[in-house]
């Protein structure tokens, strides 16, 4: 059974840094591609970052592009968001999600491309 727990959020003030974690469980998680999404209130679920299985490759929303950094840990199942100079736009709940198939060349960035979510963490920025 997936099992995806993310940890990290909070409340901090515009410029500064949060770094969500993301624990998975349940599958394999070297061989999948992880992404990170977040949703504002009133507003649709959207993609932020994405690493391919193999961890080299990485996209970004444009709206992060230059401040947010996604890593991936294989010896510990972890897949981390590290978010820097947060601005109040970025407040919104987190989710980590695992890919719904093994992709060996493309970093998945659609809601539709993944299959198992976490339960979401609340980031607030503060101006």
């Known amino acids: 059974q997936v099992r995806l727990v993310e940890s990290g959020g909070g409340l901090v003030q515009a410029g500064s840094s949060l770094r969500l974690s993301c624990a998975a469980s349940g599958f394999p998680f070297s061989q999948f591609a992880m992404g990170w999404f977040r949703q504002a209130p009133g507003k649709d679920r959207e993609f932020v970052a994405g690493?391919?299985?193999?961890?080299?490759?990485?996209r970004y929303a444009d709206s992060v592009k230059g401040r947010f950094t996604i890593s991936k840990d294989d010896a510990g199942n972890t897949v981390i968001l590290q978010m820097n100079s947060l601005k109040p736009e970025d407040t919104a709940v987190y989710y980590c999600?695992?890919?719904?198939?093994?992709?060996?060349?493309?970093?998945?960035?659609?809601?539709?491309?993944?299959?198992?979510w976490g339960q979401g963490t609340q980031v607030n920025v503060s101006s």
């Open positions: 690493i391919k299985w193999s961890g080299d490759s990485t």
């Open positions: 999600a695992s890919d719904r198939q093994r992709r060996r060349y493309i970093t998945p960035t659609l809601v539709r491309d993944f299959n198992s």
